[in-house]
Protein backbone atom coordinates (compact mmCIF):
# COMPACT_ATOMS: atom_id res chain seq x y z
CA UNK A 1 0.00 0.00 0.00
CA UNK A 2 1.83 3.36 -0.97
CA UNK A 3 0.89 5.30 2.18
CA UNK A 4 2.69 8.25 1.93
CA UNK A 5 2.71 11.01 -1.25
CA UNK A 6 5.12 13.74 -1.47
CA UNK A 7 3.47 16.76 -3.69
CA UNK A 8 5.80 19.29 -5.06
CA UNK A 9 3.99 22.29 -6.02
CA UNK A 10 1.03 23.38 -4.53
CA UNK A 11 -0.60 25.44 -7.04
CA UNK A 12 -3.90 25.61 -8.86
CA UNK A 13 -3.60 21.59 -9.30
CA UNK A 14 -1.38 20.35 -6.57
CA UNK A 15 -2.93 21.69 -3.54
CA UNK A 16 -6.66 20.11 -4.62
CA UNK A 17 -4.32 17.04 -5.88
CA UNK A 18 -3.19 17.00 -2.22
CA UNK A 19 -6.07 17.86 -0.88
CA UNK A 20 -8.17 14.56 -2.38
CA UNK A 21 -5.23 11.98 -1.67
CA UNK A 22 -5.21 13.47 2.19
CA UNK A 23 -9.02 12.98 1.97
CA UNK A 24 -9.00 9.30 0.64
CA UNK A 25 -6.41 8.44 3.60
CA UNK A 26 -3.08 9.01 2.23
CA UNK A 27 -0.50 10.97 4.22
CA UNK A 28 0.78 13.57 2.23
CA UNK A 29 3.47 16.38 2.89
CA UNK A 30 2.96 19.20 0.31
CA UNK A 31 6.38 20.98 -0.82
CA UNK A 32 6.36 24.51 -2.43
CA UNK A 33 9.03 27.66 -2.72
CA UNK A 34 6.21 30.02 -1.43
CA UNK A 35 6.48 30.45 2.60
CA UNK A 36 2.90 32.74 2.80
CA UNK A 37 1.43 29.72 1.21
CA UNK A 38 2.97 27.06 3.89
CA UNK A 39 1.73 28.88 6.38
CA UNK A 40 -1.90 29.72 5.24
CA UNK A 41 -1.94 25.38 4.26
CA UNK A 42 -0.73 24.61 7.82
CA UNK A 43 -3.28 27.03 8.88
CA UNK A 44 -6.14 25.27 7.28
CA UNK A 45 -6.36 28.13 4.33
CA UNK A 46 -5.72 28.37 1.16
CA UNK A 47 -3.84 30.93 -1.05
CA UNK A 48 -6.23 30.29 -4.21
CA UNK A 49 -9.97 30.32 -4.93
CA UNK A 50 -11.44 26.59 -6.24
CA UNK A 51 -14.72 25.90 -4.99
CA UNK A 52 -15.10 24.24 -1.63
CA UNK A 53 -10.93 23.83 -1.70
CA UNK A 54 -10.52 25.02 1.90
CA UNK A 55 -13.16 22.93 3.37
CA UNK A 56 -11.31 19.80 2.31
CA UNK A 57 -7.98 21.51 3.57
CA UNK A 58 -9.07 22.56 6.84
CA UNK A 59 -10.25 18.99 7.49
CA UNK A 60 -7.59 16.87 6.35
CA UNK A 61 -4.76 19.45 7.40
CA UNK A 62 -6.61 19.45 11.07
CA UNK A 63 -6.75 15.64 11.26
CA UNK A 64 -3.15 15.33 10.42
CA UNK A 65 -3.06 13.81 7.14
CA UNK A 66 -1.96 16.82 5.09
CA UNK A 67 1.20 19.36 5.85
CA UNK A 68 3.05 21.70 3.46
CA UNK A 69 6.84 22.58 3.95
CA UNK A 70 9.64 24.46 2.23
CA UNK A 71 11.36 20.84 1.73
CA UNK A 72 10.15 17.67 0.40
CA UNK A 73 10.39 14.25 2.66
CA UNK A 74 11.00 10.08 1.99
CA UNK A 75 7.66 8.71 0.27
CA UNK A 76 6.23 6.08 -1.94
CA UNK A 77 5.11 8.43 -4.19
CA UNK A 78 6.08 11.85 -4.92
CA UNK A 79 3.87 13.43 -7.88
CA UNK A 80 5.52 17.08 -9.25
CA UNK A 81 2.90 19.32 -10.19
CA UNK A 82 4.72 22.76 -10.85
CA UNK A 83 4.28 25.35 -13.62
CA UNK A 84 5.82 24.77 -17.27
CA UNK A 85 5.60 28.48 -18.76
CA UNK A 86 6.92 29.29 -22.25
CA UNK A 87 10.09 31.76 -22.79
CA UNK A 88 9.89 35.03 -24.25
CA UNK A 89 10.34 33.07 -28.07
CA UNK A 90 7.54 30.49 -27.16
CA UNK A 91 10.03 27.39 -26.30
CA UNK A 92 9.12 25.80 -23.41
CA UNK A 93 10.62 26.43 -20.03
CA UNK A 94 11.64 23.62 -17.41
CA UNK A 95 13.08 25.62 -14.85
CA UNK A 96 10.63 24.59 -12.55
CA UNK A 97 10.57 20.73 -13.20
CA UNK A 98 14.06 20.66 -13.09
CA UNK A 99 14.10 22.46 -10.02
CA UNK A 100 11.53 20.35 -8.33
CA UNK A 101 13.07 16.79 -9.89
CA UNK A 102 16.59 17.98 -8.06
CA UNK A 103 14.65 18.91 -4.96
CA UNK A 104 13.11 15.20 -4.53
CA UNK A 105 16.20 13.16 -5.85
CA UNK A 106 17.86 13.55 -2.27
CA UNK A 107 14.56 11.47 -0.67
CA UNK A 108 14.26 8.72 -3.29
CA UNK A 109 14.61 5.02 -2.71
CA UNK A 110 14.03 1.52 -4.31
CA UNK A 111 10.20 1.35 -5.39
CA UNK A 112 9.32 4.81 -4.60
CA UNK A 113 6.98 6.21 -8.26
CA UNK A 114 7.67 9.54 -9.39
CA UNK A 115 4.90 11.29 -11.62
CA UNK A 116 5.31 14.27 -13.65
CA UNK A 117 1.28 15.99 -13.39
CA UNK A 118 2.91 19.07 -15.44
CA UNK A 119 1.60 19.72 -18.56
CA UNK A 120 4.92 19.26 -20.52
CA UNK A 121 6.77 18.67 -23.75
CA UNK A 122 7.58 15.30 -25.53
CA UNK A 123 10.48 13.98 -23.94
CA UNK A 124 10.42 15.85 -20.50
CA UNK A 125 9.83 12.40 -18.22
CA UNK A 126 13.15 10.91 -20.20
CA UNK A 127 14.47 13.83 -18.79
CA UNK A 128 13.87 13.64 -15.68
CA UNK A 129 14.94 9.75 -15.68
CA UNK A 130 18.22 11.01 -16.75
CA UNK A 131 18.35 13.60 -14.24
CA UNK A 132 17.27 11.60 -11.54
CA UNK A 133 19.57 8.61 -12.45
CA UNK A 134 22.89 10.83 -13.22
CA UNK A 135 22.79 12.02 -9.82
CA UNK A 136 21.63 8.69 -7.99
CA UNK A 137 23.92 5.83 -9.62
CA UNK A 138 22.28 3.43 -6.62
CA UNK A 139 19.00 3.84 -8.30
CA UNK A 140 17.91 2.33 -12.04
CA UNK A 141 14.59 1.71 -14.00
CA UNK A 142 15.57 -2.45 -14.68
CA UNK A 143 12.69 -4.45 -14.01
CA UNK A 144 13.54 -6.60 -11.41
CA UNK A 145 16.23 -5.12 -9.86
CA UNK A 146 15.90 -4.12 -6.07
CA UNK A 147 16.79 -0.68 -6.86
CA UNK A 148 14.44 -0.17 -9.20
CA UNK A 149 12.28 3.17 -9.03
CA UNK A 150 8.97 3.26 -11.63
CA UNK A 151 8.78 6.92 -13.23
CA UNK A 152 5.77 8.32 -15.05
CA UNK A 153 3.97 11.05 -16.72
CA UNK A 154 -0.07 11.64 -15.99
CA UNK A 155 -1.11 14.82 -17.25
CA UNK A 156 -3.45 16.94 -14.72
CA UNK A 157 -6.86 17.53 -17.11
CA UNK A 158 -9.18 18.65 -15.04
CA UNK A 159 -11.19 22.57 -15.57
CA UNK A 160 -10.50 25.02 -12.99
CA UNK A 161 -13.83 25.66 -11.02
CA UNK A 162 -14.50 22.16 -11.36
CA UNK A 163 -11.15 20.95 -9.94
CA UNK A 164 -12.55 18.79 -7.61
CA UNK A 165 -14.78 17.07 -8.65
CA UNK A 166 -13.01 15.97 -12.37
CA UNK A 167 -9.82 14.75 -10.34
CA UNK A 168 -12.25 12.22 -8.98
CA UNK A 169 -14.25 11.69 -12.06
CA UNK A 170 -12.33 12.40 -15.06
CA UNK A 171 -10.52 9.47 -16.94
CA UNK A 172 -6.83 9.99 -16.40
CA UNK A 173 -3.69 8.80 -18.94
CA UNK A 174 -1.03 7.26 -17.50
CA UNK A 175 2.39 6.91 -19.61
CA UNK A 176 5.30 5.24 -17.95
CA UNK A 177 9.35 5.34 -18.80
CA UNK A 178 9.25 1.57 -18.91
CA UNK A 179 5.60 -1.37 -18.87
CA UNK A 180 6.44 -1.53 -15.07
CA UNK A 181 6.08 2.06 -14.61
CA UNK A 182 2.98 2.46 -16.08
CA UNK A 183 1.78 -0.79 -14.48
CA UNK A 184 2.82 0.93 -10.80
CA UNK A 185 1.54 4.30 -11.62
CA UNK A 186 -1.90 2.95 -12.95
CA UNK A 187 -2.33 1.36 -9.92
CA UNK A 188 -1.85 4.53 -7.79
CA UNK A 189 -4.30 6.37 -9.54
CA UNK A 190 -7.04 3.27 -9.14
CA UNK A 191 -7.00 3.80 -5.49
CA UNK A 192 -8.52 7.35 -5.54
CA UNK A 193 -9.42 7.75 -9.60
CA UNK A 194 -12.80 6.79 -10.37
CA UNK A 195 -13.00 7.37 -14.01
CA UNK A 196 -10.66 4.75 -16.06
CA UNK A 197 -7.26 5.67 -16.04
CA UNK A 198 -5.68 4.47 -19.00
CA UNK A 199 -2.02 2.81 -20.19
CA UNK A 200 0.50 3.79 -22.60
CA UNK A 201 3.83 4.88 -22.66
CA UNK A 202 5.44 8.20 -21.30
CA UNK A 203 6.19 10.57 -24.56
CA UNK A 204 2.72 9.26 -26.17
CA UNK A 205 0.76 10.47 -22.55
CA UNK A 206 2.69 13.80 -23.16
CA UNK A 207 1.12 14.50 -26.25
CA UNK A 208 -2.28 13.59 -25.50
CA UNK A 209 -2.33 16.03 -23.03
CA UNK A 210 -1.12 18.91 -25.44
CA UNK A 211 -3.08 17.42 -28.37
CA UNK A 212 -6.21 18.00 -26.01
CA UNK A 213 -5.73 21.43 -25.28
CA UNK A 214 -4.53 22.08 -28.81
CA UNK A 215 -8.05 20.71 -30.04
CA UNK A 216 -9.82 22.82 -28.09
CA UNK A 217 -7.14 25.93 -29.60
CA UNK A 218 -7.78 24.87 -32.74
CA UNK A 219 -11.29 25.16 -32.36
CA UNK A 220 -11.92 28.67 -30.58
CA UNK A 221 -9.72 30.02 -33.54
CA UNK A 222 -12.45 28.60 -36.33
CA UNK A 223 -14.91 30.54 -33.64
CA UNK A 224 -12.74 33.49 -33.56
CA UNK A 225 -12.01 33.28 -37.69
CA UNK A 226 -15.76 33.47 -38.21
CA UNK A 227 -16.23 36.51 -35.81
CA UNK A 228 -13.91 38.90 -37.57
CA UNK A 229 -15.25 37.32 -41.01
CA UNK A 230 -18.68 38.14 -39.91
CA UNK A 231 -17.49 41.39 -38.67
CA UNK A 232 -16.33 42.20 -41.83
CA UNK A 233 -19.72 41.01 -43.60
CA UNK A 234 -22.09 42.67 -41.39
CA UNK A 235 -23.65 39.65 -39.62
CA UNK A 236 -24.13 38.73 -36.10
CA UNK A 237 -21.87 35.80 -35.76
CA UNK A 238 -24.04 34.26 -32.74
CA UNK A 239 -26.83 34.00 -34.55
CA UNK A 240 -24.52 32.11 -37.64
CA UNK A 241 -22.87 29.94 -34.91
CA UNK A 242 -26.56 29.05 -33.30
CA UNK A 243 -27.81 28.46 -36.82
CA UNK A 244 -25.08 26.34 -37.80
CA UNK A 245 -25.06 23.96 -34.85
CA UNK A 246 -28.38 22.46 -35.49
CA UNK A 247 -26.28 20.50 -38.17
CA UNK A 248 -26.08 16.95 -36.12
CA UNK A 249 -22.61 16.86 -36.84
CA UNK A 250 -21.24 20.71 -36.40
CA UNK A 251 -20.63 21.89 -33.19
CA UNK A 252 -18.39 25.34 -33.19
CA UNK A 253 -17.31 26.71 -29.84
CA UNK A 254 -17.75 30.54 -29.14
CA UNK A 255 -15.63 33.47 -30.20
CA UNK A 256 -14.19 35.56 -27.25
CA UNK A 257 -11.78 38.28 -27.12
CA UNK A 258 -8.55 35.65 -27.24
CA UNK A 259 -7.99 32.70 -25.28
CA UNK A 260 -6.47 32.91 -21.78
CA UNK A 261 -5.46 31.10 -18.74
CA UNK A 262 -2.30 29.08 -18.33
CA UNK A 263 -3.20 25.93 -20.80
CA UNK A 264 -5.32 26.93 -23.59
CA UNK A 265 -2.68 29.47 -24.89
CA UNK A 266 0.51 28.10 -23.73
CA UNK A 267 0.34 24.27 -24.42
CA UNK A 268 0.25 24.53 -28.58
CA UNK A 269 3.81 26.04 -28.45
CA UNK A 270 4.78 23.19 -26.71
CA UNK A 271 3.87 21.08 -30.10
CA UNK A 272 5.32 23.65 -32.76
CA UNK A 273 8.29 23.60 -30.75
CA UNK A 274 8.87 20.33 -31.32
CA UNK A 275 7.34 20.21 -35.37
CA UNK A 276 7.38 23.00 -36.52
CA UNK A 277 7.28 21.93 -40.40
CA UNK A 278 4.62 19.53 -39.53
CA UNK A 279 2.01 21.52 -37.07
CA UNK A 280 1.15 24.50 -39.42
CA UNK A 281 -2.38 24.21 -38.23
CA UNK A 282 -1.97 24.70 -34.55
CA UNK A 283 0.56 27.32 -35.08
CA UNK A 284 -2.09 29.00 -37.20
CA UNK A 285 -4.76 28.78 -34.61
CA UNK A 286 -2.21 30.19 -32.29
CA UNK A 287 -2.04 33.45 -34.24
CA UNK A 288 -5.55 33.72 -34.90
CA UNK A 289 -6.03 34.02 -30.89
CA UNK A 290 -3.46 36.03 -30.14
CA UNK A 291 -4.66 38.68 -32.36
CA UNK A 292 -8.26 39.09 -31.68
CA UNK A 293 -7.37 40.96 -28.70
CA UNK A 294 -5.87 43.51 -30.95
CA UNK A 295 -8.84 43.14 -33.13
CA UNK A 296 -11.41 43.97 -30.61
CA UNK A 297 -9.01 47.10 -29.77
CA UNK A 298 -8.89 48.43 -32.97
CA UNK A 299 -12.70 48.09 -33.14
CA UNK A 300 -13.44 50.15 -30.34
CA UNK A 301 -10.90 52.97 -31.27
CA UNK A 302 -12.55 52.98 -34.66
CA UNK A 303 -16.21 53.72 -33.34
CA UNK A 304 -14.27 56.15 -30.48
CA UNK A 305 -13.52 58.56 -33.93
CA UNK A 306 -16.82 59.63 -33.95
CA UNK A 307 -17.39 60.54 -29.60
CA UNK A 308 -16.01 63.67 -28.60
CA UNK A 309 -13.76 62.31 -25.64
CA UNK A 310 -15.20 59.46 -25.48
CA UNK A 311 -15.39 57.39 -22.46
CA UNK A 312 -14.78 53.37 -22.16
CA UNK A 313 -16.20 51.12 -19.79
CA UNK A 314 -14.35 47.62 -19.52
CA UNK A 315 -16.79 44.71 -18.11
CA UNK A 316 -14.29 41.86 -16.77
CA UNK A 317 -10.97 40.94 -16.43
CA UNK A 318 -11.12 37.09 -15.59
CA UNK A 319 -9.53 34.99 -18.65
CA UNK A 320 -12.95 33.24 -18.42
CA UNK A 321 -16.65 33.17 -16.73
CA UNK A 322 -17.13 33.43 -12.89
CA UNK A 323 -13.42 32.74 -11.78
CA UNK A 324 -10.80 35.25 -10.12
CA UNK A 325 -8.43 34.43 -12.28
CA UNK A 326 -6.47 36.53 -14.72
CA UNK A 327 -3.74 34.63 -15.76
CA UNK A 328 -2.77 35.63 -19.59
CA UNK A 329 -6.28 37.24 -19.31
CA UNK A 330 -6.95 38.74 -22.98
CA UNK A 331 -9.43 41.17 -21.04
CA UNK A 332 -5.98 42.41 -19.13
CA UNK A 333 -4.24 43.07 -22.16
CA UNK A 334 -7.18 44.86 -23.86
CA UNK A 335 -7.70 47.04 -21.02
CA UNK A 336 -3.77 47.88 -21.05
CA UNK A 337 -4.03 48.94 -24.39
CA UNK A 338 -6.75 50.85 -24.12
CA UNK A 339 -5.89 52.81 -20.84
CA UNK A 340 -2.77 53.83 -22.98
CA UNK A 341 -4.92 55.32 -25.55
CA UNK A 342 -7.63 56.48 -23.98
CA UNK A 343 -5.84 57.57 -20.92
CA UNK A 344 -8.35 59.49 -18.10
CA UNK A 345 -11.17 58.16 -19.47
CA UNK A 346 -11.45 54.38 -18.79
CA UNK A 347 -13.60 52.44 -15.95
CA UNK A 348 -13.03 49.02 -15.39
CA UNK A 349 -15.84 46.49 -13.80
CA UNK A 350 -14.77 43.23 -12.23
CA UNK A 351 -16.93 41.69 -9.58
CA UNK A 352 -14.20 39.26 -8.61
CA UNK A 353 -11.50 41.24 -7.82
CA UNK A 354 -10.64 43.65 -5.18
CA UNK A 355 -7.93 46.07 -6.96
CA UNK A 356 -6.26 46.27 -9.99
CA UNK A 357 -3.81 43.34 -11.06
CA UNK A 358 -0.13 44.79 -11.25
CA UNK A 359 -0.16 45.11 -15.07
CA UNK A 360 -2.67 47.71 -14.77
CA UNK A 361 -1.67 49.60 -11.79
CA UNK A 362 0.44 52.38 -13.81
CA UNK A 363 -2.59 53.47 -15.69
CA UNK A 364 -5.18 55.94 -14.75
CA UNK A 365 -8.03 53.33 -14.67
CA UNK A 366 -10.51 53.79 -12.08
CA UNK A 367 -11.71 49.76 -11.28
CA UNK A 368 -15.58 50.47 -9.98
CA UNK A 369 -18.82 48.67 -9.95
CA UNK A 370 -21.01 47.48 -12.99
CA UNK A 371 -23.27 49.73 -12.99
CA UNK A 372 -21.74 53.33 -11.78
CA UNK A 373 -19.02 51.88 -14.83
CA UNK A 374 -21.98 51.77 -17.66
CA UNK A 375 -23.41 54.81 -16.92
CA UNK A 376 -20.23 56.83 -17.17
CA UNK A 377 -19.45 55.34 -20.33
CA UNK A 378 -19.66 56.51 -23.87
CA UNK A 379 -18.60 53.02 -25.13
CA UNK A 380 -18.85 49.43 -23.43
CA UNK A 381 -17.18 46.23 -24.26
CA UNK A 382 -18.18 43.35 -22.28
CA UNK A 383 -14.81 41.24 -21.97
CA UNK A 384 -15.66 38.06 -19.64
CA UNK A 385 -19.31 36.46 -19.74
CA UNK A 386 -19.74 36.42 -15.54
CA UNK A 387 -23.45 35.41 -15.11
CA UNK A 388 -23.40 38.53 -12.71
CA UNK A 389 -23.12 40.59 -16.17
CA UNK A 390 -26.18 38.30 -17.79
CA UNK A 391 -28.40 39.50 -15.07
CA UNK A 392 -28.24 43.36 -15.99
CA UNK A 393 -30.73 45.65 -17.00
CA UNK A 394 -30.36 46.01 -20.51
CA UNK A 395 -31.89 49.31 -20.30
CA UNK A 396 -28.63 50.67 -19.00
CA UNK A 397 -27.08 50.09 -22.52
CA UNK A 398 -29.89 52.66 -24.08
CA UNK A 399 -28.09 55.41 -26.35
CA UNK A 400 -24.58 53.42 -25.44
CA UNK A 401 -22.28 51.73 -28.03
CA UNK A 402 -22.00 47.83 -26.34
CA UNK A 403 -19.35 45.79 -27.84
CA UNK A 404 -20.24 42.52 -26.52
CA UNK A 405 -17.42 40.25 -27.32
CA UNK A 406 -18.85 37.39 -25.13
CA UNK A 407 -22.25 37.04 -27.06
CA UNK A 408 -24.56 37.55 -23.68
CA UNK A 409 -26.19 40.19 -25.07
CA UNK A 410 -27.38 38.75 -28.65
CA UNK A 411 -30.78 39.10 -29.64
CA UNK A 412 -32.39 38.30 -33.16
CA UNK A 413 -33.52 41.94 -32.93
CA UNK A 414 -31.20 44.07 -34.68
CA UNK A 415 -29.59 46.73 -32.56
CA UNK A 416 -27.53 49.63 -34.33
CA UNK A 417 -25.52 50.12 -31.01
CA UNK A 418 -25.12 46.35 -30.31
CA UNK A 419 -21.84 45.43 -32.01
CA UNK A 420 -21.32 41.44 -31.39
CA UNK A 421 -17.75 40.08 -32.47
N1 LIG B 1 -12.80 29.99 -24.66
C1 LIG B 1 -13.37 30.62 -25.76
N2 LIG B 1 -14.37 29.98 -26.43
C2 LIG B 1 -14.84 28.76 -26.04
C3 LIG B 1 -14.24 28.11 -24.93
C4 LIG B 1 -13.21 28.75 -24.25
O1 LIG B 1 -13.00 31.74 -26.13
O2 LIG B 1 -15.77 28.26 -26.69
C5 LIG B 1 -11.69 30.66 -23.95
C6 LIG B 1 -12.03 30.97 -22.49
O3 LIG B 1 -12.74 32.17 -22.38
C7 LIG B 1 -10.63 31.05 -21.89
C8 LIG B 1 -9.86 29.99 -22.67
O4 LIG B 1 -10.60 29.76 -23.85
O5 LIG B 1 -10.06 32.32 -22.11
C9 LIG B 1 -9.63 28.69 -21.93
O6 LIG B 1 -10.79 28.30 -21.22
P1 LIG B 1 -11.31 26.79 -21.10
O7 LIG B 1 -12.49 26.78 -20.20
O8 LIG B 1 -11.55 26.23 -22.46
O9 LIG B 1 -10.08 25.97 -20.51
P2 LIG B 1 -9.11 26.11 -19.23
O10 LIG B 1 -7.86 26.80 -19.68
O11 LIG B 1 -9.80 26.65 -18.03
O12 LIG B 1 -8.79 24.55 -18.96
C10 LIG B 1 -8.25 23.72 -20.00
C11 LIG B 1 -9.05 22.43 -20.08
N3 LIG B 1 -8.74 21.69 -21.30
C12 LIG B 1 -9.69 21.31 -22.17
O13 LIG B 1 -10.86 21.59 -22.04
C13 LIG B 1 -9.22 20.52 -23.37
C14 LIG B 1 -8.77 21.58 -18.85
O14 LIG B 1 -9.43 20.32 -18.94
C15 LIG B 1 -7.24 21.36 -18.68
O15 LIG B 1 -6.94 20.60 -17.52
C16 LIG B 1 -6.63 22.75 -18.53
O16 LIG B 1 -6.88 23.48 -19.74
C17 LIG B 1 -5.13 22.57 -18.28
O17 LIG B 1 -4.71 22.66 -17.12
O18 LIG B 1 -4.40 22.27 -19.23
Given at each position: MNKKVCVVGLGYIGLPTAAVLANKGFFVHGVDVNEKAINLINNGQVHIYEPDLEDIVKRVVSEGNFSADLIPDNADVFILSVPTPFKDNHKPDLAFVESATKAIIPYIEPGNIIILESTSPVGTTEKITDWILHERP?????????NQIYISHCPERVLPGKILKELIENDRIVGGINKKSTIKTAEFYNKFVEGKVLQTNARTAELSKLTENSFRDVNIAYANELSMICDDLNIDVWELISLANHHPRVNILKPGPGVGGHCIAVDPWFIVDAAPENSKLIHTARKVNDSKPHYIIEKVVEIAK????PTIACLGLAF????DDLRESPAVEIVKELASIFEQNMFVAEPHIKELPKAL?????ELTDTVAAIKKADIIVLLVDHDYFKELDTDLFLMKKLID?????????????LISI
Open positions: DLNIDENSPNIPNKANIKDFKITRGIFYSNDYDKN
